[in-house]
């Protein structure tokens, strides 16, 4: 089992930062790859970004170029660094671990970005 919890959410005018915190916990060493998605109100989840552990990252296009994947081996943490954010940035935040054949999610965290 592996718990998931989100934290860095708010509120931000368009062309600021956040950076999103994800903190694992449970049987984390098993995990092969974390990621981050997001859900917009009446949307379905799309996916951000995504690091493979000890290698790649990929994101989408969407993103490309203003958010940056990160994590923390030690701390077990994975972060999510966004920049000119936009009003289309607008969702709840979703961190995802891969451990297979299991995916974990958490419960999300909303940031909402103001024009």
């Known amino acids: 089992q592996v718990q998931l919890v989100e934290s860095g959410g708010g509120l931000v005018q368009a062309g600021g930062s956040l950076r999103l915190s994800c903190a694992a916990s449970g049987s984390s060493g098993r995990i092969s790859a974390m990621g981050w998605y997001r859900q917009a109100p009446g949307k379905q989840r799309e996916f951000v970004a995504r690091?493979?552990?000890?290698?790649?990252?990929n994101y989408a296009d969407s993103v490309k170029g203003r958010f940056t994947i990160s994590r923390d081996y030690a701390k077990n943490a994975l972060y999510l660094q966004m920049n000119s954010l936009k009003p289309e940035d607008t969702a709840v935040y979703y961190c995802?671990?891969?451990?297979?054949?299991?995916?974990?999610w958490g419960q999300g965290t909303q940031v909402t970005v103001s024009s």
């Open positions: 690091i493979i552990t000890g290698g790649s990252t």
């Open positions: 995802n671990a891969e451990s297979f054949p299991v995916d974990y």
